[in-house]
């Protein structure tokens, strides 16, 4: 079973970056395709953005689009979450997640992270 642990949240202010990281242990990703997800406090989770298993493939939301960039490492088990031009509605808790088929939805997803927070600030 395929552990998955985020990184790299905190606090910034509007208009500033952070890069998340999610490392996988106990497996491999290699077959699966990888997302990222949130969720803000008195809200459902949402997609963020998706990446297919051979790195050919990636999707966003709209909220995402232009400004995050999904990438993944299959040689290092690791997947990541460039975010740009941060905006206060982009705080919430972030999950990396893999899916054994590509997916937008959470419900295609079979393994997740624990989530990292993203504050912020305007």
């Known amino acids: 079973q395929v552990q998955l642990v985020e990184s790299g949240g905190g606090l910034v202010q509007a208009g500033g970056s952070l890069r998340l990281s999610c490392t996988a242990s106990?497996?491999?990703?290699?077959?699966?395709?990888m997302g990222w997800f949130r969720q803000a406090p008195g809200k459902e989770r949402e997609f963020v953005a998706a990446i297919s298993r051979d790195d050919v493939t990636s999707v966003y939301a709209n909220s995402a689009k232009d400004r995050f960039t999904i990438s993944r490492d299959n040689a290092k088990n690791m997947v990541y979450l460039e975010m740009n031009s941060l905006k206060p509605e982009d705080t919430a808790v972030y999950y990396c997640a893999g899916a054994r088929v590509f997916a937008t939805h959470s419900t295609g997803y079979d393994y997740w992270g624990q989530g990292t927070q993203v504050t912020v600030s305007s």
């Open positions: 106990g497996g491999t990703i290699i077959g699966d395709a």
